[in-house]
């Protein structure tokens, strides 16, 4: 059964910052773009951050650019986005996603929702003013 489990989410205050990582079982875990999505209340879930599945591509939202970094540890089946000048307004749900990619080219990076068919359970993130 595949599982993806997020961890490191909490309260910080703005202008902090916080790692949230996934464990994934995703086997190969090379086959999979990996991207990192969030649902404030009464939104809808977006992508914040994908990285492609041998870390060439990136894509970031306008929101978060500058501020967050998507990257991946193939060794230890890790996605990692480090979270830096938190905001108010990046208080959410925080949802690891995994898209099988391995037929696409090497340019190719799952940048929409309906590309991820495998999700972690989502961490809570606040950030206080």
């Known amino acids: 059964q595949v599982q993806l489990v997020e961890s490191g989410g909490g309260l910080v205050q703005a202008g902090g910052s916080l790692r949230l990582s996934c464990a994934a079982s995703?086997?190969?875990?090379?086959?999979?773009?990996m991207g990192w999505f969030r649902q404030a209340p009464g939104r809808e879930r977006e992508l914040v951050a994908a990285i492609s599945r041998i870390g060439g591509r990136e894509y970031y939202a306008g929101a978060v650019k500058g501020r967050f970094t998507i990257y991946r540890t193939n060794a230890k089946n890790t996605p990692y986005l480090q979270r830096n000048s938190l905001e108010p307004e990046d208080t959410a749900v925080y949802y690891c996603?995994?898209?099988?990619?391995?037929?696409?080219?090497?340019?190719?990076?799952?940048?929409?929702?309906?590309?991820?068919?495998?999700w972690g359970q989502g961490t809570q993130v606040t950030v206080s003013s």
């Open positions: 996603g995994g898209a099988y990619s391995a037929i696409y080219s090497g340019n190719y990076l799952a940048s929409t929702h309906n590309k991820y068919g495998y």
């Open positions: 995703l086997r190969p875990f090379s086959d999979y773009d």
